[in-house]
């Protein structure tokens, strides 16, 4: 089975055939990749990294299984996606909270509950290939990006058209989770990105006005 090149976009074709026979109408709203830098990325990577490295993790994605033969990530622990007290986890929380907090007063909205967060690392040839998530946003970290490192690809389901993103180290990116993406296989020798989902709410900003912006992890709240 061929894998990548223009043949994995055959789906694509098939979608927008099926679809344009169904008689739904589309109707366009603008919608947005927010992309900004991490606080403190030089400060943090290296300790991040660390733990990373030191962390016992069997965990990996694909490989030889003929059933996931689009993926394989030589390193993650997506197991312990919902666990926020691994080392690397409670260095990296502070700053992630700040950038969230600048990306949820851009967007309007009032709360977030933050459900999983987890590392992955790419070797050279490896790849996460076409999937969505789960929750209102996901986004991608990316803490250890060299030069030649496979960037982020997503289609809006609107048009089907293909994004790439241009993103360079100590960048983050949050995008709507129906949003189909993939990391391409990776042409660099090591790249190291940190993922998560959240779900968000608008709350009663409407009527109460404009509060400060709270987070929740597992059910409670983090001032």
Request: glycine share 6%; net charge positive; hydrophobic share 35%.
């Amino acid at each position: 089975m061929k894998l990548f090149g223009k043949s994995e976009e055959r789906w694509v074709t098939a979608l927008r055939r099926y679809r344009s026979s169904k008689g739904i109408k589309r109707i366009k709203v603008s919608d947005c990749v927010c992309q900004a830098k991490i606080f403190d990325h030089v400060r943090i990577r290296d300790k991040i990294l660390f733990e990373i490295e030191r962390d016992v993790c069997s965990e990996t994605s694909g490989g030889d299984e003929p059933y996931n033969v689009s993926d394989r990530v030589s390193k993650l622990d997506w197991t312990k996606a919902d666990d926020f007290n691994r080392p690397w986890v409670k260095i990296f929380l502070p700053h992630f909270k700040k950038t969230m907090n600048s990306f949820l007063a851009e967007m309007g909205y009032a709360l977030y509950d933050l459900d999983q967060m987890w590392y992955q690392q790419y070797l050279e040839g490896d790849t996460h290939g076409w999937h969505t998530h789960g929750g209102s946003y996901t986004g991608v970290y990316y803490l250890e990006f060299p030069a030649g490192s496979s960037k982020t690809q997503l289609y809006s389901p609107f048009d089907f058209k293909k994004h790439t993103i241009k993103a360079k180290e100590g960048d983050i990116i949050f995008f709507p989770t129906h949003f189909i993406h993939r990391g391409p296989p990776n042409t660099s020798e090591k790249k190291t990105i940190v993922s998560f989902n959240f779900k968000i709410d608008f709350a009663d900003r409407a009527v109460s006005g404009v509060k400060p912006i709270q987070e929740r992890v597992d059910g409670y709240i983090l001032e």
